[in-house]
């Protein structure tokens, strides 16, 4: 069975298309190798996928040309240790240190809030400026 059909009845990607683009950038690798979309897949095979930030170790249990339910789906595969451990210990990280900018309340200035800053500037005085006789 091809690589990319797998990924997608595996419900890892929502279309081939996705996980052929992904498989092409080398985000998909089999047993540590990059590979084509077109590859056979068989089971017991290793494979390291990552999706955004997240990267997961899975080994194949199954193969299925149909995509089917979520449950039916993750039959197809099962998750290693490792990568279980690692997954969680990075969704703590993002949970502890969280991201500076999610922090900013107000966002960007506003039309009224430029609009104040540049009368400010408009009419403030500097040192500079004071004539001198």
Known sequence: MRLDKWL????????RALAVDEINLGRVRVGGQPVKPARDVKVGDLLSIRIGTL??????LGLSNLRGPAPQAQAL??????????????????RLAPEPADTIMQGRPTKQD?????????WSVSLDDEDPG
Request: aromatic share 12%; hydrophobic share 40%; proline share 0%.
């Open 8 to 15: 997608w009845a595996a419900r890892f990607y929502k279309t």
């Open 55 to 60: 990267s997961r170790e899975v080994e194949v």
């Open 77 to 94: 595969y099962a998750e290693t240790q490792a990568s279980i451990t690692a997954r969680e210990a990075a969704a703590e990280a993002r």
């Open 114 to 122: 430029r609009r104040r800053l540049a009368d400010w500037d408009r």
